[in-house]
């Protein structure tokens, strides 16, 4: 049937690495139906072989969107969104620190390739060393620092969220949680801002059962990593980039914790970190201050000094 429909321009999201993390977010993305994904890997036949699996199961699934596999930038060109998940994961044993040196290079090549095809586009990182990364990404991009933020603060806030869900024994559906901070061993989750039906959490569990479920959030990565062996999170990690690019794409007015450029606030400056912060169709809007205790405020500005203390080893290899 011949058709004389206007072409439309289609929403179009690139993930850029093709392996655990960024073939499950291209899956939900376009499983959602929320928009065309360009996967793109450095290792040619697996971004295509991917893209033709996911294409194939189309009307399976009953979406429209459209999945390209490709190793040229070329095909990223004019894209909305980028996410960027290239990289090495890390071993058991390993720090997310320890990734640096290697996933550096690799985040610096690929923002310097996608930004030029998509200079318009909003920049999400997820390789590790979460907090660093993004810097870096957001230094060669030269892109304001509302366009270029970072996934952490939704994965450990639902991680946090579902530890306490399987303490209490309800659904994860009524529990808000909270994670400041650097993606590393020292952020920061916030009891009295984790709450079960708008009821704090810190009224309905005692302190060492709390101070249990903070520390195995602090380790939520890790715990999988050797579990797994080889390789770390996907399925939750891809969750919530997910939420990232729906809230961006959709324009919803969310407030998530996610990983942004401090110019004063919680009285720090030139550091991406996570913070709550409201996303649109513009990236980050605005980044919400909230009151800190002492305590807090000392984990907060100790997980910022070892962000700190790797990216200046990070700069030093620009
Ligand atoms: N921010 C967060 O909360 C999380 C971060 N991560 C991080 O995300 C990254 C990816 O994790 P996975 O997908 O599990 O690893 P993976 O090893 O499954 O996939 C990485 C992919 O990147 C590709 N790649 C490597 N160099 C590239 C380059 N120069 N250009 C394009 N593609 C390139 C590889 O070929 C591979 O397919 C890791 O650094 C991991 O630590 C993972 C989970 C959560
Ligand atoms: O732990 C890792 O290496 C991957 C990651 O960041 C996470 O799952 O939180």
Redesign the pocket.
Known sequence: MASSLAVCRPTRVSV???????STLAQRIVEHNLADVVL????GG?PEGIALDLLEARGLEGHDRRIVGTTEYAATAGSDVVVI??????KPGMS?DA?TRA?AQ?VI??TRQAVAQSPEAIFII???P?DVMTYLAWKVSKLPPPRVM???GI?DSARFQVFIAKELGLSPIDIRTMVLGG?GDLMVPLPRYSTVSGIPITELMDASTIDRLVERTRNG?AEIVELLRT????YA?AS?AYTMVETILLNQPRLLPIAAYLQGEYGLNDLYLGVPARLGCGGVESILELKLTDEERIALHKSAESVRYTLEYALDLL
């Open positions: 850029i690495g093709a392996g655990n993390v960024g793109l890997d450095i290792v697996r998940t290239a990289g090495l994961p890390r997310r990734l996933n690799i090549e690929a997820v390789t590790n979460l970072g996934m952490a994965l993606h990565g390789g770390g999170a996907f990690p919530s």
